[in-house]
């Protein structure tokens, strides 16, 4: 089709437009916690987008998890309606990245362009990908004008912490309510050749033992919490990571190792809190009174949510019936259902189509390990017809030296464009 030549044409010569972009999103630091310079990178959209012909909204998400004057949660929404009537695509995209640790040979913030990849955080995870996806819709539009329906693009707040200052409160204020969005693209990094269609369940919940404090000299005065939180720790060790590791999944989870239950132990706090770093003294000598542990369970599509809370109830009571003075406390912190869109959708056939057209090779379907803002299309929007698809490693997102490769972000801006053109153009 000769038009869409002149699509791949026009996609080719915003190569060096696609850098900088990337290049210019990883230098604003949006770290979350605690949410920084939202509003600068929503400002930065809106000039970008504007001048490409779409009418924006800057939108707050008042009242939400960390909403504060100090650090307000921002979101841009912009769409540029077409010609004739007809579906909206939505390319969402989170602007938060997660802390930098150690480990970097580069600047986190720099942006470096080195051997044909742009280094820095967020790179991969996921300003790459935004950056492809305002670049695909610009490209289409330039081939394109006369399109039908319309074209959406957001960048979000607060993915990296739930998403609830972000996608959450637009699903709740009709953002994606189905009559107004049709077909709804994430550009996660889940490899430019994968469909991702939905992710893992996850339950996260803080565990505290009890204890009583006492003289360290004389801890058979008091009682350590500390140790009583062993004993949780042991039982976790000894019956349920093994049972965890015999569930499987039919869902396409990436990588293998996803495919089976798994939980992270978050943290862990007893005792004496930790003094500044220039302390200099020593300890007191206490017995202490409380620990707590924040645990990450990821579940399966499989198993009921009161099933994975039970479990870990029953460890608990068990040894509350057979320790002695075990006492303990447990407290919800957010619970997430699985959420998979079928591989026959509307937009999951055609992002895989184009994949094929562009890659020669057929699409992968699969599902993420952890949640992304599915969740809330699904759940709070009703809008079902949603995947990711984006360019970018799955396994350099939270990594040092996180990366995008260039030539990944061309062929899934490529992707995107075409995937416009079937979706928004008149087939006969």
Not at 34 to 46: K, R, S, T, V, W
């Amino acid at each position: 089709m000769a038009d869409l030549d002149l699509l791949m044409d026009e996609i080719a010569g915003r190569r060096d437009n696609l850098i900088a972009l990337t290049q210019e999103l990883i230098r604003i630091p949006t770290l979350n916690p605690p949410g920084e310079n939202y509003q600068a990178i929503c400002d930065y959209l809106d000039r970008r987008l504007k001048a490409s012909g779409f009418e924006t909204q800057l939108v707050r998400a008042h009242g939400t998890p960390g909403d504060s004057e100090r650090y307000p949660r921002w979101n841009i929404v912009a769409r540029r309606q077409g010609k004739h009537a007809g579906d909206c695509v939505h390319f969402n995209s989170h602007t938060d990245v997660v802390e930098v640790g150690k480990g970097w040979t580069t600047d986190p913030f720099g942006g470096e362009l080195i051997d044909g990849k742009i280094y820095g955080r967020g790179a991969c995870d996921m300003k790459g990908g935004l950056a492809a996806s305002i670049v695909a819709c610009e490209a289409f539009l330039a081939v394109f004008p006369d399109f039908h329906g319309a074209i959406e693009i957001s960048g979000t707040a607060d993915e990296e912490s739930g998403g609830y200052g972000g996608v959450a409160y637009l699903a709740e204020q009709g953002f994606f309510d189905p009559a107004r969005v049709q077909h709804v693209i994430i550009p996660e990094p889940l490899n430019k050749d994968r469909v991702c269609l939905g992710h893992r369940g996850g339950w996260w919940a803080e565990i505290e033992t009890f204890g009583e404090i006492a003289h360290g000299s004389m801890p058979f005065l008091g009682d350590c919490a500390v140790r009583h939180m062993g004993a949780v720790l042991d039982k976790f060790e000894s019956d349920l990571f093994p049972a965890m590791a015999q569930r499987r999944t039919d869902m396409p989870v990436v990588p293998e190792g996803a495919r089976q239950s798994t939980m992270n132990i978050n943290s862990i706090h007893g005792g004496q809190k930790e003094q500044d770093d220039d302390f200099t003294g020593l300890p007191a000598h206490c017995v202490p009174d409380s620990c707590r542990i924040v645990i990450d369970r990821r579940f399966l599509v499989e198993e009921p949510l009161d099933e994975v809370r039970g479990e870990v109830a029953g460890i608990l009571d068990g040894l509350k019936a057979d320790r002695p003075k075990f006492d303990y406390a447990m407290r919800e912190l957010n619970s997430v259902l699985p959420s998979m869109t079928d591989r026959d959708a509307p937009v999951a056939a055609t992002v895989a189509a184009q994949i094929a057209q562009v890659m020669g090779k057929e699409a992968e379907f699969v599902a993420s390990p952890g949640t992304y803002d599915q969740k809330h299309i699904d759940r709070i929007g009703k809008l079902k017809n949603c995947i990711a698809y984006g360019p970018g490693i799955l396994e350099l997102a939270h990594k040092p030296d996180e990366y995008i490769g260039v030539d990944d972000m061309m062929d899934s801006v490529a992707v995107m464009a075409r995937t416009l053109a079937a979706l928004l153009l008149p087939t006969d």
